[in-house]
């Protein structure tokens, strides 16, 4: 996913920012999300898939993937925020594409339209096989639109 | 929250299927979530929130919102399926009104439109306060309309 | 549909102001919608089906529908605001339900949350039957969230 | 935008249908929607603004960027359809980012995931300005999501 635009952060200590906000979520903890990569107006992350992130046909559970898209999408909106501001996810829509299995999920989120009161962020959600291989190709399972509240 | 029609269940056990997706999803089970109520085109369900559900400024994560909005709104739609059937979500869309906090989350999700290959869902998500008192008053923090694939 | 909260407000000539949006949006003059009720918080508006309104296929076109649902969320949005301030959506999403079709849609709108930046509001859409009858019975086409800046 | 995969139409004569669905409905020719380009998994049109597409404030109504959104993505699924086969809108949902206004819309829509049940594609919708130049540019003004149901 490429940036939207040539976005410059009002922070210059973003990076600092997002990572508290990508590490320092209790949830987003257990869940064991890590950040890939951070730069102005973008943010990617990765979660290795477990057990208890499954529904019931052991399939990567909507919650999950869900969580991923919001809170990756929130963390490109903080790169682009003042400081001691922060955002608050005011709605999202998630449509999920294919099952969701394998062992690795890599959210891409970028700003789609930067604001002072909403940020609009969407996220790519893609599901890397259980076998690595030179042909290994991601699959895209979930896509994301979030609406985000500067306050 | 009260059914959008008089629907009829096509699974006589229709509560046993609705009590298995409830209790064998892992990714639900380490949440925490627990049944209230299930009846045709119905379901209730609820949450003890825990410090492990939070977000960054210790509110209920939006994904934590997400998920109970959308599972039970799955289960909702598990009432109305024939045996042998599955739902899946194909996608959804959450409206966070206010920021969660208390003690419990109440999930009530109902049935908007039946049908063979989609079932359209909504959920509404209360808090209920730390303290309890004669006075105390549910708030409405999330509202949700799902669609279900049925497979 | 009733309104979600006890309402108080803000412009005291808020009914002058929401039939101004009612009535002085060309689109909306073209398309026919008329203002049914107004009150704190609420909007009903109807539309006599034309032959205009018709996608290919015959029935109400979805974007004659989520017209209705996203300007009669605004006249509700209205309702609430401070003299000199106005609404703009920020994003909506509409269930179609069922095909539409008929002689009248009603569209009843009511505001969810209410806010100084952002107010979310709900439309149901109906259609009445050709033909009217004593047990004519409305029919829930469909149904959008919609959520509104205030600037 | 370029389509999400190299798809294979399964409808020989797609380009005739698709020009059908895009001159025969008629709120869509009293808008003024013309096709702009069609190809497997895709649909180009534009719309000349004329006053009749605005809400009270000048600008394109909300309503006509979604009718632009809905249909052109319902073009781009129907290149992807067998013969005999239509689509409906299940749901869609629409991030207007800036206000439109100028002389032309452009909405480019791609099938993001085909099926045989379910076709999901993206629309971004574009504004002219007025004024043409050498350095025009084109500002994005809305994003949609959609579902098509395939019946």
Known sequence: ????????????DYVVEVQRVLTSA???QQLGLKA?????GLCYSSLDIREDHQQQDGFVHAGVQATLCDHTAGAAGVTLIAEGKRVLTAEFKINLLRPASGRRLICQSAVLKPGNTLIIAESMLFALPQEES????????????????VV
Chains 1, 2, 3, 4 share one sequence.
């Open 26 to 28: 209790p949830f987003i």
């Open 36 to 40: 890939q990569q951070i730069s102005p």
């Open 1 to 12: 996913m490429q940036p939207f635009g040539n976005f410059q952060p009002k922070n210059p």
């Open 134 to 149: 030179p042909e290994t190709e991601w699959s895209l399972v979930a896509k994301a639109t979030v609406t985000l509240a």
